[in-house]
C-alpha cells in the first residue's frame, strides 16, 4: 500500500493548483487521482475545439438533471471535464474574478478571510495579464490571460451596449467590475492555457508527485473520524493508497458531495438507504446547489464572420484555420463567445446582476460545430444573458454506491420569483441591445424566438423552453462559521479530521459569472492554509531549527 502526505483527488482547477504548490515543498509526498485521461488533444488546446470536447466522452462526465418544474420539465445535460485539468480544459476559458463586493459579502456570511481584500492577493497570484491596473493585477503567474481584439460583429455590438446604457470598459476584473468589453480568456500565444497547463505540467516531473490517471475514486476510508486514505479503481483492479496528513477533494460541486456521501459523511437518512455506514450526519451535503441558466436570442446577420460561415464554406474554414496557425487569433482563439456586458436591472442596485454576452454562432445546438447537428444554414450570432445571483436553491445526491453513476441533480432553475423576473429582464435588455442603430443594421432578422415571443409571459416561456447550464454549479458543500455548514473557513470538513474539500463546491454562493477563476484562486489560498497547518504538526524542537 503506497502512502503519501496528501492525496488530491480530481486533477481539475483546484486539483492542479494544490499538486503544484503542496509539491513545491520537496519534503512532501503527493498524490494526485484523476478519473479521465491525459489532456494532449488538440482540439483541448484550440480555444474553438469547445463544442467539439464537450460532446467528447473521453473528456467529459455525462450528467442529466431530473426533469425540472418550472422548465415544463426539460431535462438539462451538465457536462464536466474528466481529464488533466477538469473542466478548465473544457470550458470557455472566460476569466472573470467577480465583483468585490460579493467576497465581502462571503466574509460576512461567516467567512472570515475571504474578503475581496483577503483573497485580491491571491488572485494576482493566479494572473499572468499585461494589461489592465498593475495595482489590481497579477503579472507572471501561472495562467496566460489574454484581451480579444474586436471583429465587426462585437464591435457592433459593444457599441449598441454604449448605446443602451452600458458603458465600456478597459477591465471588467477591476474593483469596479461593470461595463461592455471584449472578452477576457484563459488563454496563451491563442491556446488553452488550462489549470493543468498552467499548474500540473511544470510540476510534473517532481520526484514527490504522482499523477495517476484513468483512476476512479469510489470512496474515502476512515479510521473513527478521520480520513486515512482513498480506495480506487485502475484498469479493473481496487487500490488503497494512505495519506499521512490530508486527504483533499477536489471533484468538483457534483462529485465532491456525492464522494462524501459515499464515504459516509452527509444526511444519514440518505446514507442508510444506500446501505453506507454513516461517519458523520452531514445533511447539508448536497445541499445549497446554485447554477446559472441562460436562454438565448438567435440572430440572422449580414457580415459572414460567424462559425456558421465557417461550417458551410470549407474556404473560409481553411483561410481561418491558416491565420490561427499562422497568427494565434481569429475565430479559433474564441469559443466562439467574444464580448460580454455587464449590467445592472435597476439604477438602485449596488454592482451589476446581470450578464450579457455576444457569440458568433447561431443554432438549436449551441455546442455545435457541425452542419448536421443543429447550426443554423445562414451567417448568424446569437446574444445570451442571465442573472449571475440566483436565489434558487437545489440539491443533488447520491442515489446509487457505485461512484460511477452520476447522483440525482435538481436544480430548480427559476422556483425563485426574483430569479423569473430578472430573467424576464435580461431577455428585454437582450432585445433592447438588438434594436439599437449600431447592432441593427447587421441584423437580418431574429431567428428565435422571433414573433412567437411577444408578451412578458411568452418571453419568459421560450427561456423556460430553451434555457441551458452554464455549467457553474456551486455551493454542494458549502463553507461557513455555522454548524450546518460542510466545511469550516479553513475548508476542513466539519466534525472529522484529515479531510477538506478544495473546489467550487465550498462556495457559500455565486461571486462571479463565471467559476473557474475563483476556483483558481481558492486553491492557491488553501495552499497556503495547508502548509500552514503542517508547520504546526511539526514538533517544536523541529520548528525552532528550522
Not at 451538465?78 to 460579493?102: A, C, I, Q, T, Y
Not at 455545435?368 to 445526491?397: A, K, M, N, V, W
Not at 475563483?518 to 508547520?535: N, Q
Request: aromatic share 6%; proline share 6%.
Amino acid at each position: 500500500m503506497e502512502v503519501y502526505d496528501y492525496i488530491i483527488v480530481g486533477a481539475g482547477s483546484a486539483g492542479c493548483v494544490l499538486a503544484n504548490r503542496l509539491s513545491e515543498d520537496p519534503a512532501s509526498r503527493v498524490l494526485l487521482i484523476e478519473a479521465g485521461p491525459s489532456d494532449r488533444g488538440i482540439w483541448v488546446r484550440v480555444p474553438l475545439g469547445v463544442g467539439r470536447i464537450l460532446n467528447d466522452e473521453r473528456y467529459v462526465w455525462r450528467a442529466d438533471t431530473e426533469p425540472e418544474r418550472e422548465l415544463h420539465g426539460n431535462r438539462i445535460s451538465w457536462p464536466s471535464g474528466r481529464l488533466l485539468g477538469g473542466s478548465s480544459s473544457v470550458n470557455g476559458m472566460l476569466f472573470v474574478r467577480g465583483h468585490p463586493k460579493r467576497y465581502d459579502a462571503w466574509a460576512a456570511a461567516g467567512c472570515p478571510g475571504w474578503s475581496f481584500d483577503d483573497v485580491l492577493p491571491y488572485l494576482k497570484k493566479v494572473e499572468d495579464c499585461r494589461f489592465g491596473d498593475p495595482a489590481q493585477r497579477g503579472t507572471g503567474g501561472p495562467i496566460g490571460i489574454t484581451k480579444l481584439a474586436a471583429d465587426p460583429i462585437t464591435a457592433s455590438f459593444l457599441r449598441a451596449c454604449n448605446e443602451a446604457g452600458i458603458a465600456s470598459t478597459d477591465d471588467y476584473n477591476d474593483r469596479h467590475a461593470e461595463g461592455a468589453s471584449t472578452l477576457q480568456l484563459s488563454t496563451r500565444r491563442g491556446l488553452r492555457c488550462s489549470a493543468a497547463v498552467a499548474y500540473l505540467r511544470p510540476a510534473a516531473r517532481r520526484p514527490n508527485l504522482r499523477v495517476i490517471t484513468e483512476a476512479l475514486v469510489t470512496h474515502v476510508t476512515f479510521e473513527e473520524s478521520r480520513a486515512t486514505g482513498v480506495e480506487f479503481v485502475r484498469a479493473g483492479e481496487s487500490q488503497v493508497a494512505r495519506a499521512r496528513h490530508e486527504v483533499l477533494l477536489c471533484a468538483g460541486a457534483i462529485r465532491s458531495p456525492q464522494l462524501l456521501e459515499l464515504s459516509g459523511v452527509g444526511d444519514a437518512s440518505v446514507l442508510r438507504l444506500l446501505g453506507i455506514r454513516v461517519v458523520r450526519h452531514a445533511p447539508g451535503v448536497g445541499e445549497n446547489l446554485q447554477d446559472h441558466l441562460m436562454p438565448r436570442i438567435a440572430f440572422e446577420c449580414d457580415v459572414p464572420g460567424t462559425v456558421n460561415d465557417l461550417v458551410r464554406d470549407r474556404w473560409r474554414l481553411f483561410a481561418a484555420a491558416l491565420r490561427f496557425a499562422l497568427r494565434r487569433d481569429g475565430l479559433f482563439a474564441t469559443p466562439s463567445l467574444t464580448a460580454l456586458a455587464y449590467a445592472r436591472t435597476q439604477p438602485a442596485l449596488p454592482y451589476p446582476d446581470v450578464r450579457l454576452q455576444i457569440g458568433l454562432m447561431s443554432g438549436t445546438n449551441r455546442l455545435s460545430t457541425d452542419r448536421d447537428s443543429g447550426l443554423d444554414s445562414h451567417s448568424g450570432f446569437h446574444l445570451g444573458g442571465y442573472f449571475i445571483y440566483p436565489e434558487s436553491r437545489g440539491r443533488l445526491h447520491a442515489h446509487s454506491r457505485d461512484a460511477r453513476v452520476a447522483p440525482r441533480i435538481e436544480p430548480h432553475y427559476l422556483s425563485s420569483e426574483r430569479d423569473r423576473a430578472v430573467t424576464l429582464a435580461v431577455m428585454k435588455l437582450m432585445r433592447r441591445i438588438a434594436a439599437q442603430p449600431a447592432l441593427r443594421k447587421h441584423i437580418v432578422r431574429e431567428v428565435r424566438p422571433g414573433d412567437a415571443a411577444q408578451t412578458d409571459e411568452e418571453l419568459l416561456d421560450y427561456a423556460r423552453r430553451t434555457g441551458q447550464t452554464c455549467w457553474h454549479p456551486t455551493g454542494t458543500c458549502r463553507m461557513g462559521s455555522d454548524a450546518q455548514a460542510i466545511v469550516d473557513p479553513e475548508l476542513r470538513v466539519r466534525g472529522v479530521d484529515g479531510l477538506r474539500v478544495v473546489d467550487a463546491s465550498v462556495m457559500p454562493f455565486l461571486v462571479a459569472s463565471n467559476t473557474n477563476a475563483p476556483t483558481l484562486m481558492l486553491a492557491e489560498r488553501a495552499a497556503d492554509l495547508i502548509r500552514r497547518a503542517a508547520r504546526e504538526r511539526r514538533p517544536v524542537r523541529e520548528r525552532a531549527a528550522a
